[in-house]
């Protein structure tokens, strides 16, 4: 049976009147020097988009030297110049500075700024019921911040000595010496520079999102009524807060070794025979620095496309979302696991067995509420009425890179299997499905979902339907096969692997995987028409196009800066009534008071009609349990 914990709050409504009134702008303050949130998240998903395309056309350039070693390239000597030898073949030390500056992008340009810079801008002020972020002057400047770093980044892919080619995970001593090879030079200083800056918008966004969420909630939206993808963004807040100043810290002493003599990271080094003076200092330190963010990192990306993915399923399920305080309760242990289980990375730098050991069974503990999220998405999806629009198809293949990603985790989590596949193409399948594809997936069901109240417009079905297919089919031709030829010793970052017998028989198979790369890269230009027509010409959006439950459908189709013209509404139930017994419809939005629905109330919803209003200027918040 449930109960209620009543408490009286003052209808404050957070000084509606006061803050419905006409914002003056001009273009820049509108478009480019806002303070709304919705601009500013519109700033981030554009900016994700245009380092998406970067991104996957680098990572297709050096697929072409993967699958094709034999062939010429000398057709991108207008496009990289130098960089394409006499031979018409990729530069060696060119070929690791792609696949750092692919996975730098990838990992935090694209999939923290573009997802969660976008969405959390977009729906935290919206879907607990606030005006505008709790500091919208800092909110700004968490996006410039993050424009700096993008410009910083990107001049670095055009110097003469090259971009930063140390790995996206930029171990020293490659990174910490500035003559040990081109990309360690200038290359390296402006990658450093240009995290600085990235972890100062992070670190900006986070203490805005963490403050907004506590803050301004609107009458009744406690937090047992908030909406899940506002738990993932939350939570995703709390740790990059925690844990991107640890990389901040590794980032800085790397710059004291490059340009200050100091050794946090090096010793007893030689290069061409002559012996540097550095002493005392460990790589070591640097990894235990990078992976204590590098791992929380991969929460940063996957929570809030889980967050998402659970609203699309439960709307488009057409039922409740199956195990709320589960889904939250797993979301929590996820956050806390992720701080303690970050030298599984390090299983092969030589630590001591039994604390490997430790990390190996927390590493295998984390799978539990993943499992629980997987199994609460399929619950919900168990005989629900699916509309399977874009959106739910994105979400969907989510949860299918979750299963096929996720089961491969527990291999690699595993300290005497992972020492035979450390760095193989097995451990790239891995993460590329489970962190990748899987966040991806995400960012594209959100873009779909919430268009129409970004834009007031709808995109179209049918290229949404063709971009998905395309994409689905072309991550698993992507990346299934790595597993395989990760088995067989396949290792990652070489530049060819003609030169070794063991390796040709799988040429086939990794030409195989070169081609779905460049198709799937194609298709993501069917997603790019199909976003930018529908901007200007996509059929105007109806109030709620997707019959949705939570608050942001309850303001205009195109909401000004303060989003609801009047009062912002009180919240009285949570957020996924779906097809409730006795309904008149097959959804209840949030702000629909019980008095309202009779016909659907359960007993001890129609016990707490009395407690709504007192009449005297104050709301009764009621919190279900």
């Avoid at 009147?17 to 500013?40: A, G, L, P, Q, V």
């Avoid at 140390?166 to 402006?190: C, K």
């Avoid at 797993?330 to 030589?350: C, K, N, Q, R």
Wanted: proline content about 5%; cysteine-free; glycine content about 8%.
């Amino acid at each position: 049976m449930a109960t209620a914990d009543i408490h009286i709050a003052e209808d404050t409504h957070h000084d509606d009147h006061e803050h419905d009134h006409d914002h003056s702008t001009n273009f820049w303050t509108h478009y480019i020097f806002t303070t709304d949130h919705k601009m500013i998240a519109k700033q981030f998903l554009i900016s994700g988009i245009i380092w998406a395309l970067i991104g996957g056309a680098l990572s297709v350039i050096f697929r072409l030297q993967l699958g094709f070693p034999e062939a010429q390239l000398g057709w991108l000597k207008p496009i990289l110049g130098e960089w394409i030898t006499a031979e018409g073949k990729i530069d060696p030390e060119f070929y690791l500075a792609l696949v750092t500056m692919h996975g730098t992008i990838m990992v935090f340009f694209v999939l923290t700024a573009g997802l969660s810079g976008t969405f959390s801008n977009f729906l935290i002020p919206l879907q607990i019921g606030a005006r505008d972020m709790a500091s919208g002057f800092m909110n700004m400047l968490s996006y410039w911040f993050f424009f700096a770093s993008s410009v910083i980044m990107l001049i670095s892919l055009f110097i003469e000595t090259g971009p930063a080619s140390g790995g996206w995970v930029i171990y020293p001593p490659l990174s910490a010496l500035p003559q040990a090879v081109n990309g360690s030079g200038l290359g390296m200083t402006l990658w450093l520079t240009a995290m600085a800056l990235f972890i100062v918008s992070t670190l900006l966004g986070g203490i805005n999102y963490i403050t907004t969420v506590i803050n301004l909630r609107t009458q009744g939206m406690s937090f047992t009524k908030l909406p899940l993808t506002i738990w993932a963004f939350f939570l995703t807040a709390i740790i990059g807060l925690l844990s991107f100043p640890v990389l901040f810290s590794a980032a800085l002493l790397l710059i004291f070794d490059r340009s200050f003599g100091t050794s946090f990271y090096l010793s007893d080094i030689y290069i061409n025979g002559e012996a540097l003076p550095n002493q005392g200092g460990s790589p070591i330190l640097f990894q235990h620095l990078f992976w204590f963010l590098g791992h929380p990192e991969v929460y940063i990306v996957l929570l809030p496309a889980l967050g998402i993915t659970s609203e699309i399923i439960a709307t488009n399920s057409r039922k409740p979302i199956f195990g709320y305080k589960a889904m939250i309760g797993s979301m929590l242990f996820i956050a806390i696991l992720s701080f303690v289980v970050w030298a599984h990375h390090m299983f092969v730098t030589g630590m001591n067995p039994f604390l490997g050991s430790v990390f190996m069974l927390l590493t295998l503990i984390i799978a539990v509420p993943s499992s629980v999220k997987v199994f609460n998405y399929l619950t919900t999806l168990w005989k629900g009425n699916i509309r399977f629009t874009t959106a739910m198809l994105f979400s969907i293949g989510l949860v299918s890179f979750f299963i096929s990603g996720g089961l491969t985790g527990i291999h690699l989590g595993n300290a005497a299997i992972d020492i035979q596949l450390h760095d193989t193409y097995f451990v790239v399948a891995h993460f590329h499905l489970v962190m990748g594809s899987a966040s991806f997936f995400g960012m594209m069901a959100g873009v779909y979902h919430w268009f129409p109240k970004m834009f007031g417009r709808m995109m179209d079905a049918k290229l949404g339907y063709i971009h998905f297919w395309l994409t689905f089919v072309g991550v698993y031709l992507v990346f299934f096969p790595m597993h395989y030829i990760g088995i067989a010793g396949y290792p990652r970052r070489y530049y060819s692997f003609t030169n070794f017998d063991a390796f040709n028989s799988f040429s086939d198979l990794n030409m195989l995987v070169s081609i779905a790369a460049i198709l799937t890269l194609a298709a993501q230009f069917i997603f790019l028409f199909n976003f930018f027509y529908s901007i200007w010409r996509g059929r105007t959006a109806p109030a709620n196009p997707w019959q949705s439950t939570t608050l942001e459908w309850t303001t205009p189709v195109n909401p000004g800066h303060g989003n609801w013209p009047g009062e912002i509404p009180s919240v009285y139930r949570w957020p996924y009534d779906y097809s409730k017994p006795g309904a008149k419809e097959d959804f209840i939005p949030q702000h629909i008071p019980f008095s309202e629905t009779p016909e659907s109330n359960l007993e001890e919803e129609n016990d707490l009609i009395k407690l709504e209003n007192t009449g005297s200027g104050k709301s009764i918040v009621i919190d279900e349990k």
